[in-house]
């Protein structure tokens, strides 16, 4: 089968679905398949490129069409690649603001339109539109009224065999504009190269990516301290990646109930699986009813960590109820260190046999 992929960027590291699709191509190739990435407004693209970007080994063609170029000039470039490659499957990995810095791209229902041969069209929905939150200001949801309807437009300008989104809480919502999208589980950007090797006198913690604000973690850190009163096990975090600017008020919580920490900040690949792989549970501030949307948690769930949800509330516009088996909600006062169910295997190549039955089948 040959699959066309189309992003927004395709710049390693500066652009998670550029990233995503690149994983999701090399496994493909890797499966036998042929996989291709088309990405239509990138950022770090001074002109149209043509090059092989490695992924875990595994070459993979990608054609860059910079930002700055027209319309026009985006749909010729668009239309000679299809009629050199003549994909199976074209894929349309779909984020508003991967398309247009405003998040309003306009222009790409009418582009997708005009981009003619005999494939078929494939939608992975990472992002909706803005002001879903309940909480949300007014030009925000007014921001994402527009967005809505340009996703129908979208969705309707190339009428897809088949729909994908990895949020459960997006299937939701695109239901409501009767669009109706399979769950396709995301799979993480960093894989697991690292071996084993926890120390037992250790409870390990570790904090992968952005921490977000209003999260409760003194609260958190304060109960966890009562339910270790009486172990002989140290706790200990980990912080890697890119924190945030909140790292510090993190980090002078831990100073004032005195517990170690060590930040590992911007780490190879392979030093973030080996942390991921030794810690005994992972810590994530993205609100929990969006959960599967977070590429740092489909990491930890790559590596088998248990996985405490430490967020602020999230109340989204119907307020539905969302519930992930394999997460720990915590609340203030209630910490189950070990009420976690097997984690569900998201693993890149699981995920691939998904999205290749479905377009199979289709």
């Not at 996985?307 to 999230?314: F, R, Y």
């Not at 691939?352 to 377009?359: A, E, M, Q, V």
């Amino acid at each position: 089968m040959k699959i066309l992929f189309l992003c927004g960027s395709a710049e390693p590291g500066k652009d998670g679905v550029g990233d995503y699709t690149r994983r999701l191509c090399g496994e493909l190739i890797r499966q036998g398949h042929e996989a291709q990435i088309l990405s239509l407004c990138d950022k770090q693209a001074i002109s149209f490129m043509s090059l092989t970007q490695i992924i875990e080994d595994t070459p993979v063609l990608v054609r860059r069409v910079p930002l700055a170029i027209s319309t026009k000039q985006r749909v010729a470039l668009a239309q000679d690649v299809l009629k050199k490659e003549a994909p199976d499957w074209i894929s349309l990995q779909f984020v508003p603001y991967s398309f247009h810095p405003k998040g309003l791209p306009f222009w790409l229902p009418g582009f997708l339109k005009e981009v003619k041969g005999k494939h078929k069209w494939h939608i992975m929905f990472h992002e909706l539109w803005i002001g879903i939150e309940r909480s949300s200001s007014f030009k925000n949801k007014l921001i994402g009224l527009v967005q809505k309807q340009l996703i129908r437009k979208i969705k309707n300008s190339v009428e897809p065999e088949v729909l994908h989104t990895q949020a459960k809480i997006y299937q939701y919502y695109l239901s409501k504009i009767n669009i109706k999208t399979d769950y396709l589980p995301l799979f993480g950007n960093v894989s697991v190269t690292a071996t084993k090797n926890r120390n037992s006198k250790q409870l390990v913690f570790v904090v992968f990516g952005t921490i977000h604000d209003n999260a409760p973690f003194q609260d958190f850190i304060i109960d966890l301290k009562k339910d270790m009163q009486g172990t002989d096990k140290e706790i200990k975090f980990f912080f890697i990646g890119l924190n945030g600017d909140l790292l510090s008020s993190w980090t002078s919580i831990l100073d004032q109930y005195d517990i170690r920490f060590e930040l590992q900040g911007a780490s190879s690949e392979e030093k973030i699986s080996e942390v991921l792989l030794n810690a005994n549970y992972g810590i994530s501030s993205t609100p929990y009813k969006i959960s599967d949307k977070s590429g740092v948690l489909a990491a930890m769930r790559e590596h088998h960590l248990a996985i405490i949800n430490v967020a602020k509330p999230w109340v989204d516009r119907d307020n539905i109820t969302v519930l992930f088996s394999d997460i720990v909600h915590y609340q203030k006062g209630n910490l189950p260190l070990n009420k976690f169910s097997e984690t569900a295997n998201n693993s890149l190549s699981a995920v691939c046999s998904i999205f290749l039955k479905s377009i199979s089948n289709n």
